[in-house]
């Protein structure tokens, strides 16, 4: 099993920055599939990003909408994947959740993540 803990939402005003952590227990999650999405109340989880496994290269994948303003990476000292915002904008507001596959494929869509974190919420204010 692994377990996932975000961290690192906050209220920041239009145009700055976070970073947001997901810290991993259970398994090294070096070889995991990582991804970050947001899920507004009411509505579906959204793709934000994810990086593939070390072994493949930790490459980055990002929602078109956010490329150039977000940027995920992975410390794998630390079992640690992180979500650095930049540009923040108030539509940006909303609860970000991490989440981890131990499978090669990539894949977007939250029904191929077999864990998830609780979520940290991030409010951009105008």
């Known amino acids: 099993q692994v377990q996932l803990v975000e961290s690192g939402g906050e209220l920041v005003q239009a145009g700055g920055s976070l970073r947001l952590s997901c810290a991993a227990s259970?398994?090294?999650?070096?070889?995991?599939?990582m991804a970050w999405f947001a899920q507004a109340p009411g509505k579906e989880r959204k793709f934000v990003a994810r990086?593939?496994?070390?072994?493949?290269?930790?490459?980055?994948y990002y929602a078109d909408s956010l490329k150039g303003r977000f940027t995920m990476s992975r410390d794998n000292t630390k079992n640690t994947v992180y979500l650095q915002m930049n540009s923040l904008k108030p539509e940006d507001t909303t609860v970000y959740y991490c989440?981890?596959?131990?499978?090669?494929?990539?894949?977007?869509?939250?029904?191929?993540?077999?864990?998830w974190g609780r979520g940290t919420r991030v409010n951009v204010s105008s």
């Open positions: 259970g398994r090294i999650i070096m070889n995991y599939r």
């Open positions: 990086i593939s496994s070390s072994a493949s290269g930790s490459t980055t």
């Open positions: 989440a981890a596959s131990p499978y090669v494929f990539n894949s977007d869509h939250p029904a191929n993540y077999n864990y």
